[in-house]
């Protein structure tokens, strides 16, 4: 699906110049996120990247394609809670811990995340800040922002990119209470859920490209109960349809 979302938008990309931040903005960058700390390992050309905002921009595609994903969100029985400007910084605990990623997983590694100290560093994905809201009590969300992995730059990767995730709470009474991975796996309650997550992701492809065909893949991702991933086909495609 992001891809063809990436295909979509790539004649609106291309007419978007890059902005250049003033010479006392990249310094104010450069102080906080080039720490001088032994773990720190943040260069000046990955500090000016942060803080551009560019998916709160509403001409720039990011910020397109963000508004009509909310847009779709907001038309729900849900109701979704919209944050978009937390905070790119976090601690361990957030982008590792909370999560259950184990001390050992590449992710933590100097050669794949950018931190500022040995406690706190550049978000690797939006998903650091999932028990921040869970524990507010926010019970279905959408979180967006800029997120940084040390990457190689290369024709798709880039160090410094951008997420768009959601999460949805169901009630104990639907989906059961606590059993083993193999007993979730094969309980109504998994089932009911990805029957949930099939048609809420099926309703925002339509929604972003007009009635079109789509194909599932069920995956099994490490760490994850169960994983689905969406392979989309239009047709027309959305570019023809300008």
């Known amino acids: ?6 295909r979509a938008l790539r004649p609106v990309a291309r007419s ?4 250049v931040r003033p010479r006392s903005t990249v310094a104010e960058a450069e102080s906080r996120f080039i720490t001088g700390h032994p773990d720190c390992n943040v260069t000046p050309y990955i500090a000016n990247l942060v803080g551009r905002d560019l998916h709160k921009k509403s001409a720039h595609p990011l910020g397109i394609i963000k508004d009509r994903i909310e847009a779709y969100f907001a038309g729900l029985e849900t109701s979704y809670d919209v ?11 957030q982008c590792f811990d909370d999560l259950n990623i184990p001390p050992e997983h590449p992710g933590r590694s100097k050669s794949d995340t950018y931190y500022l100290t040995d406690t706190e560093l550049l978000r690797t994905h939006t998903s650091a ?10 019970e279905a969300f959408l979180c967006t922002g800029d997120v940084y992995r040390r990457d190689e730059i290369d024709a798709s990767h880039f160090p410094a990119f951008h997420q768009m995730e959601g999460v949805k709470l169901f009630p104990p009474a639907d989906v059961g209470g606590a059993m083993t991975r193999e007993e979730w796996l094969a309980s109504p309650g998994c ?7 099939k048609k809420t992701l099926e309703g925002l ?3 972003l490209f007009g009635d079109c065909e789509k194909r599932w893949i069920d995956e099994c991702a490490a760490g994850a109960a169960r994983a689905h991933a969406c392979l989309l086909y239009t047709s027309p495609s959305p570019r023809d349809r300008t």
């Open 191 to 197: 089932e009911l859920i990805a029957k949930d997550l």
């Open 205 to 207: 492809c339509d929604h």
């Open 129 to 138: 800040h999932q028990s921040q809201h869970l524990r507010q009590g926010h």
């Open 83 to 93: 944050f978009d400007g937390e905070d790119p910084v976090v601690t361990t605990t």
């Open 16 to 19: 978007v110049r890059t902005q």
């Open 1 to 6: 699906m992001l891809l063809a979302v990436a």
